[in-house]
C-alpha cells in the first residue's frame, strides 16, 4: 500500500538575481523550477545556500530578495 503525503509552503519572498529560487517566513529556501528544498549549510563562518550551484551567504541573499509580485488573473 502507498501513502503520499504532501507539504504546502507559503512563500513570500523570491530572489531579483534568480527567480525559481523563493523564501518562507521561516528561511526555507525552495527552488520552484525543480520542486526542491535546498538547504542551509555553513561555508567557512557563513551559513548560505547554494544558488545556482554557487555558494550566497545569507547576507547577500538579504539584499537581493523581494517581496513576490501579486499577479491579478482574471478568472
Known sequence: M?????????????????????????GICINTKTSKVINQIINGRSKGFCINGKFKSVNT???????IP???CPF
Open 2 to 26: 502507498r501513502y503520499l503525503i504532501s507539504t504546502t509552503y507559503v512563500l513570500k519572498w523570491q530572489l531579483k538575481s534568480a527567480n525559481n529560487y523563493k523564501f518562507t517566513k521561516d
Open 61 to 67: 541573499i538579504k539584499k537581493d530578495m523581494e517581496l
Open 70 to 72: 501579486k499577479i491579478d
